[in-house]
C-alpha cells in the first residue's frame, strides 16, 4: 500500500463515512496490510479482539476492498461463514462474562474486599464518593448505574433524618425502597460532601446532560471495582460489578430466608430472576460464614 494509496483512500473515507470513522479506519487498514496483507479475515478474528472492535475493523475492511476493487476480499467479508464465525465468538464472550458476572465472591475474597474498603473509607487521598458508594453496593447489592448513580441528594437527606428507608430511582425512573440503617455511615459521608449535587452521578463524572453523566459515573464506577479487586488480589478478570450484587442478595437470603423480601429489595420484577442469583452452590460452613461477616460488619438484620 503505497502512501499516494492511502492518502487516496483517506479521502473516498472523509466523504463516505467523516473524518471521525476515517482516521480510525485508516489506522486499522494500515495494521492489517502489515500482519495480514493477503488475508483480511485472519485480521479479524484475532483473539484480543472485542466483538465491538470486530465490527469497526470489519467494516473499514470492507471499505478498502472496495476501494481497492478486490472481489475475492470483498467476497470473504461479506460471506455467511465470517457471520457465523462473529456470532460463534460473541456467544462465548457473553458466556465468559456472563460467568464471571453472576459468581459470587467466596467467603476469602469477601474478607480481603471488606478490608480494602475499610481501608479506603480511612484513605484521605481518594475521591469522596468513592468509598460510600462501593460499600453500599456490596452492602445492599445496589446497580452501579441504575441505582447507585441515580442517588439523589435530598434521598440521601431523607434517609438519614428518618433513619429508615432510601429511596432508589432505578431501570425505567422506577422507585423502589430499601433499608438505610445498615449503610447510615455511608450515607453521612456523600451528605457531608461539600461539592453541590443533584445526583451522585455529578460528583463521580460531570457532563453535559444527566443521562450522560450517569454513563460516565458507571464507567468511573467499574474502573473503581477493578481497583478494588487488586487491592484484594482477586484476578482483575474475574471482576464484574454485578458480582457485588449477588454476594449482597446472597447474605440477604442467608440472614432472613425470605426470597420475597430479597426479590423486592433487590427491585426485581419478576421471582424467577431472584432465584437465578440465589441457586448458586453454598456450603453450610459458606453460608455461616457469610452470615458472621454481615453481622460483624453490618450489625445484621434490626
Known amino acids: 500500500m503505497s502512501t499516494k494509496q492511502l492518502d487516496q483512500f483517506r479521502k473516498h473515507l472523509r466523504e463516505h463515512v467523516g473524518e471521525g470513522s476515517a482516521a480510525t479506519y485508516v489506522r486499522i487498514v494500515e495494521s492489517a496490510q502489515k500482519q495480514f496483507p493477503k488475508d483480511p479475515v485472519a485480521f479479524l478474528l484475532q483473539k484480543h479482539l472485542s466483538s465491538s472492535s470486530r465490527h469497526t475493523y470489519l467494516a473499514a475492511l470492507r471499505h478498502w476492498a472496495e476501494f481497492i476493487d478486490d472481489k475475492k476480499a470483498e467476497e470473504q467479508l461479506h460471506s455467511k461463514e465470517l457471520r457465523q464465525n462473529f456470532k460463534d465468538s460473541l456467544r462465548v464472550e457473553h458466556q465468559q462474562r456472563d460467568r464471571h458476572a453472576v459468581q459470587p465472591f467466596s467467603p476469602e475474597e469477601e474478607q480481603r474486599i471488606f478490608a480494602v474498603l475499610q481501608k479506603w473509607r480511612r484513605d484521605t487521598e481518594l475521591p469522596e464518593w468513592q468509598w460510600p458508594a462501593v460499600s453500599m453496593m456490596f452492602t445492599l447489592g445496589l446497580r452501579a448505574g441504575a441505582d447507585v448513580a441515580w442517588l439523589t441528594h435530598r434521598d440521601v437527606d431523607s434517609a438519614i433524618k428518618d433513619g429508615?428507608?432510601?429511596?432508589?430511582?432505578?431501570?425505567?425512573?422506577?422507585?423502589?425502597?430499601?433499608?438505610?440503617?445498615?449503610?447510615?455511615?455511608?450515607?453521612?459521608?456523600?451528605?457531608?460532601?461539600?461539592?453541590?449535587?443533584?445526583?451522585?452521578?455529578?460528583?463521580?463524572?460531570?457532563?453535559?446532560?444527566?443521562?450522560?453523566?450517569?454513563?460516565?459515573?458507571?464507567?468511573?464506577?467499574?474502573?473503581c471495582i477493578k481497583n478494588l479487586a487488586e487491592a484484594a488480589e482477586i484476578?482483575?478478570?474475574?471482576?464484574?460489578?454485578?458480582?457485588?450484587?449477588?454476594?449482597?442478595?446472597?447474605?440477604?437470603?442467608?440472614?432472613?430466608?425470605?426470597?420475597?423480601?430479597?426479590?423486592?429489595?433487590?427491585?426485581?420484577?419478576?421471582?424467577?430472576?431472584?432465584?437465578?442469583?440465589?441457586?448458586?452452590?453454598?456450603?453450610?460452613?459458606?453460608?455461616?460464614?457469610?452470615?458472621a461477616v454481615m453481622k460483624r460488619n453490618f450489625g445484621g438484620k434490626k
Open 164 to 223: 429508615g428507608a432510601l429511596t432508589i430511582v432505578t431501570k425505567g425512573s422506577k422507585e423502589r425502597d430499601v433499608d438505610a440503617r445498615v449503610i447510615m455511615e455511608e450515607l453521612t459521608a456523600l451528605s457531608e460532601i461539600e461539592q453541590e449535587w443533584d445526583i451522585l452521578a455529578d460528583l463521580i463524572s460531570a457532563g453535559e446532560d444527566s443521562a450522560r453523566r450517569v454513563r460516565n459515573a458507571y464507567e468511573r464506577i467499574r474502573i
Open 235 to 291: 484476578p482483575v478478570k474475574e471482576i464484574h460489578t454485578h458480582r457485588l450484587r449477588h454476594n449482597a442478595l446472597q447474605r440477604l437470603y442467608i440472614e432472613t430466608n425470605d426470597i420475597v423480601l430479597v426479590k423486592e429489595l433487590a427491585g426485581h420484577a419478576d421471582i424467577k430472576t431472584t432465584q437465578k442469583y440465589l441457586k448458586m452452590n453454598r456450603t453450610s460452613e459458606a453460608g455461616d460464614h457469610i452470615m
